[in-house]
């Protein structure tokens, strides 16, 4: 146990994973929600889920979230289900096409498992999908698919059950002003 405190503002897939892994942690954590949880962008998001990404910290990142995912997929009404990631560009699209390859390339670097694929190896690949009009197409292996806002039901269920505080609809109010320099504020 920790003798730490926290407020986290926000009930979204950030904040709840983030009081909840913090409390687990040992710390006494507060979550405020000026709503309800997934109120914000995590209740609106399309759940689109992969680890296909260029910079480091964002690969590394998404492969942790993929982890945690499966870890927590068919608990607390949450699923994730895998589904691999297609980015497509179309004739006629050279721009495109070539920064498709790019970013293929670019995650490869990380040893993600991405495929370049021409529009007849996707059609090959994914027979019910439309290609006739597909340049290249890159495609993410470890990846899938949820429902988001039912990502942070179930961690704010289990962020309360390792003894978070989940305050809803409370509002906190940001500083407009800076505060006062430690000089003026310390008792005379
Ligand atoms: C249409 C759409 C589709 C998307 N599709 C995908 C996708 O397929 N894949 C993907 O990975 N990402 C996707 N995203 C992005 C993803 O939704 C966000 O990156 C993610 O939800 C951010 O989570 P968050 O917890 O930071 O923010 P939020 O879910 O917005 O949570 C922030 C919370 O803070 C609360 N709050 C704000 N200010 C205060 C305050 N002063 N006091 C108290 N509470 C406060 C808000 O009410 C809100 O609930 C999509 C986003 C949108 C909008």
């Known amino acids: 146990m ?37 109120s914000g962008a995590s209740g609106r998001a399309a759940g ?5 990404y260029a910079a480091d910290a964002d690969a590394a990142l998404g492969a942790r979230a993929l982890e945690r995912f499966r870890r ?15 980015m497509v560009a179309r004739e006629g699209d050279d721009a495109l096409a070539e920064a498709v390859a790019g970013a293929a390339e670019r995650m490869r670097v990380h040893d993600r498992p991405v ?20 340049a290249v197409a890159a495609v993410a292996g470890n990846a899938g698919w949820t429902d988001p806002g039912s990502y942070v039901s179930a961690v704010a269920e289990l962020a309360a059950e390792a003894g978070v505080e989940l305050r809803t609809d409370s509002e906190v109010a940001v500083a407009t002003t800076p505060p006062a320099s430690p000089s003026r504020t310390r008792p005379r």
């Open 115 to 134: 495929e370049t694929l021409t529009g007849d190896e996707l059609g090959e690949r994914f027979p019910t999908l439309r290609h006739d009009d597909v």
């Open 72 to 86: 927590l997929s068919g608990t607390h009404g949450f699923a994730f289900t895998e589904c691999p990631y297609a």
């Open 48 to 52: 689109v889920l992969y680890d296909a």
């Open 2 to 38: 920790t003798d730490m405190r926290v407020a986290v503002v926000g009930g979204g897939a950030v904040g709840v994973t983030a009081a909840h892994d913090l409390a687990v942690g040992g710390a006494d954590v507060t979550l405020f929600e000026r709503g309800a949880v997934g």
